[in-house]
C-alpha cells in the first residue's frame, strides 16, 4: 500500500524553526519527484519547494526562498523540509507528494502554526 506519512508540524513562534519529515512507504521514492506544498485556510493549495529525483535541483517558491531548504534520503525513502525563520504567513497545512509520470501521491498533511 503506497502511503506518505508527514511529521514535524506544530506551534512555533515567528522566527523559529521547525522541520518536516515525509516518510514513503509501498514504494521508492527514489525515481520520483518529491515536493511540499501547503494550503492555508481560505487559500489554493501551492507549491512551496520541489527536488528531482535525478540529480536532486531543487526549486521553491519565491516567498519561502532563502528561509526554506527541501532535502531528500532515498535510502531512507524520506523527504524533508527544514523551514527557518518561520513568519506568521507560513501558517498551515503542509502536504508531501510524490511525483513520476502519471503517478501522484498524498500524504495526509501535518499542521504548521506560527503564532505569537
Known amino acids: 500500500q503506497v502511503q506518505l506519512v508527514e511529521s514535524g508540524g506544530g506551534l512555533v513562534q515567528p522566527g523559529e524553526s521547525l522541520r518536516l519529515s515525509c516518510a514513503a512507504s509501498?514504494?521508492?521514492?527514489?525515481?520520483?519527484?518529491m515536493n511540499w506544498y501547503r494550503q492555508a485556510p481560505g487559500k489554493e493549495r501551492e507549491l512551496v519547494a520541489g527536488i528531482r529525483s535525478a540529480g536532486g535541483s531543487t526549486s521553491y517558491a519565491d516567498s519561502v526562498k532563502g528561509r526554506f531548504t527541501i532535502s531528500r534520503d532515498n535510502d531512507k525513502n524520506s523527504v524533508y523540509l527544514q523551514m527557518n525563520r518561520l513568519d506568521p504567513d507560513d501558517t498551515a497545512v503542509y502536504y508531501c507528494?510524490?511525483?513520476?509520470?502519471?503517478?501522484?501521491?498524498w500524504g495526509q498533511g501535518t499542521q504548521v502554526t506560527v503564532s505569537s
Open positions: 507528494n510524490a511525483r513520476r509520470a502519471f503517478y501522484s501521491y
Open positions: 509501498g514504494f521508492r521514492i527514489g525515481n520520483y519527484g
